[in-house]
């Protein structure tokens, strides 16, 4: 063999152990590489994350629900009624009685105006003692077994005044019960008025009249005063 031969065959030699070299350390990346593409698909585990190579099927035991939506209800009303009003009733929806006795309410006659209780001409003025003074008005009675003391009557502008004192044995809750009823038949109505000195007074009124009674107790009975305002005469 030739010097050419021997040098040729040597670095053909050594192609070959280059060659193979070659081969051999590119081998172990291609296994790895073709074993990442072997590896099964990735699935989210029960925490939410990734595993690899877990097959298994996500779990369903807990249905998804949107954030947000409201729960369903679980009796829905399947024809709820409609609300009705107060046209849409109708004749036959029930209505409340009336109340008995209020249907002529506004058909009651006027109430009559209180007359007053002295009428005619107005007296003349005049004061008399121990007796009754003329022209004093009937409406105030005297009281039994009364000793008069003074008595008057005056007149102005259709405003009549009239007074009387008197004593008598009974007892002050006999006068006052006297007057109360006489005064009590011609409408007046009574009602405790002020008084001084231990006296008892009842005022009595009906419309624009008004009177005023005054009885003081004594040793021998009662004493009392009577005065009365007449609204209109003539």
């Keep these: 063999m030739t010097r050419k031969h021997v040098i040729a065959a040597s670095a053909l030699a050594i192609a070959v152990v280059a060659v193979g070299a070659a081969v051999a350390f590119n081998s172990p990346g291609e296994t790895a590489s073709s074993g990442a593409q072997t590896q099964g698909p990735v699935t989210p585990s029960a925490s939410g994350a990734a595993t690899p190579g877990d097959t298994s099927a996500p779990s369903t035991s807990e249905p998804l629900t949107p954030k947000g939506s409201a729960d369903p209800d679980p009796n829905p009303d399947p024809d709820p009624a409609?609300?009705?009003?107060?046209?849409?009733?109708?004749?036959?929806?029930?209505?409340?009685?009336?109340?008995?006795?209020?249907?002529?309410?506004?058909?009651?006659?006027?109430?009559?105006?209180?007359?007053?209780?002295?009428t005619g001409s107005p007296p003349e003025s005049a004061t008399a003692n121990g007796s009754m003074v003329p022209g004093f008005p009937s409406a105030i009675p005297v009281a039994p077994k009364s000793v008069l003391g003074t008595t008057s009557v005056s007149s102005s502008d259709g405003i009549v005044q009239a007074g009387l004192d008197a004593t008598t044995p009974d007892s002050t809750q006999d006068v006052v019960t006297f007057y109360q009823t006489a005064f009590g038949k011609?409408?007046?109505?009574g009602s405790s008025s002020a008084s001084v000195g231990g006296s008892t007074a009842v005022s009595f009124a009906r419309g624009a009249d008004a009177i005023t009674l005054t009885?003081?107790?004594?040793?021998?009975g009662s004493e009392y005063t009577v005065f009365a305002v007449f609204g209109s005469a003539g």
Aim: charged share 15%; aromatic share 2%; glycine share 8%.
């Design 82 to 118: 409609p609300s009705l009003s107060p046209t849409d009733r109708g004749s036959g929806w029930p209505t409340q009685a009336p109340i008995p006795g209020t249907d002529d309410i506004s058909i009651l006659p006027p109430s009559e105006p209180i007359k007053p209780l002295l």
């Design 186 to 189: 011609l409408g007046l109505a």
């Design 215 to 220: 009885v003081t107790a004594t040793r021998q």
